[in-house]
């Protein structure tokens, strides 16, 4: 059974900082694309940042370029967002996202999401 579980959510003030956490299990990590998305009130839910399995690259919206990082650490099955200088606009629920291939075959896989408020 596949799970994707993340965690470090809240409530933070402008300029601070979060570090968001997923944890994986039922496939195999190591060889998943993972990513993080968001989706605020309203709106539709969008990339904010992805890595790649092998080499680990990565990618950021332009939104979040500079202030976030994401991470892997593939002895824990875990895939990390570190979140700084955050603002208002950054408020959202925040998605876990893997893409595991098995035999030719593309399985996308969702966490529950978590929340994450950015206000004074």
């Known amino acids: 059974q596949v799970q994707l579980v993340e965690s470090g959510g809240g409530l933070v003030q402008p300029g601070g900082s979060l570090r968001l956490s997923c944890a994986a299990s039922?496939?195999?990590?190591?060889?998943?694309?993972m990513s993080w998305h968001r989706q605020a009130p309203g709106k539709e839910r969008e990339l904010v940042a992805h890595?790649?399995?092998?080499?680990?690259?990565?990618n950021y919206a332009d939104s979040v370029k500079g202030r976030f990082t994401i991470s892997r650490d593939n002895a824990r099955n875990t895939v990390y967002l570190q979140m700084n200088s955050l603002k208002p606009e950054d408020t959202a629920v925040y998605y876990c996202?893997?893409?595991?291939?098995?035999?030719?075959?593309?399985?996308?896989?969702w966490g529950q999401g978590t929340q994450v408020t950015v206000s004074s």
């Open positions: 996202k893997a893409v595991s291939w098995l035999f030719g075959v593309r399985r996308d896989y």
């Open positions: 039922g496939f195999t990590f190591s060889t998943a694309t």
């Open positions: 890595m790649t399995p092998d080499v680990g690259s990565t």
